[in-house]
């Protein structure tokens, strides 16, 4: 599978969804659960279906400045693609 387009809108795959709040916050998918913490939720807390790729990037370029913005656009796409291989993400 292939990184995100910048133009994708990336989400939640269908069977996935957020249960609990703050440090308690996981994902609950079919095959399992994900806790998630720091920059793994602030990916996937954007993945609303409704924001681009790049928008994420973008916020987190902002939320991360004291990484290169090539460093946090790899890190997402990379991230983004290997839960998409595990059917958690759609984009």
């Known amino acids: ?7 994708s809108q990336p989400r939640l795959a269908a069977g996935c969804r957020w249960s609990g709040e703050g440090d308690k916050k996981m994902l609950l998918f079919p095959e399992g659960a994900l ?3 720091g920059t793994g939720q602030a ?11 790049q928008q994420i990037v973008n ?7 004291a990484s290169s913005p090539e460093k946090v ?3 997402v796409g990379n991230f983004l693609e290997r839960l998409q291989e595990k059917r958690v993400v759609d984009f």
């Open 1 to 7: 599978m292939a990184p995100p387009l910048d133009s």
């Open 35 to 37: 806790r998630l913490e």
């Open 43 to 53: 990916i996937l807390e954007r993945c609303d279906g409704q924001r681009t790729f």
């Open 59 to 65: 916020e987190l370029q902002i939320l991360y400045s």
């Open 73 to 75: 656009r790899d890190d």
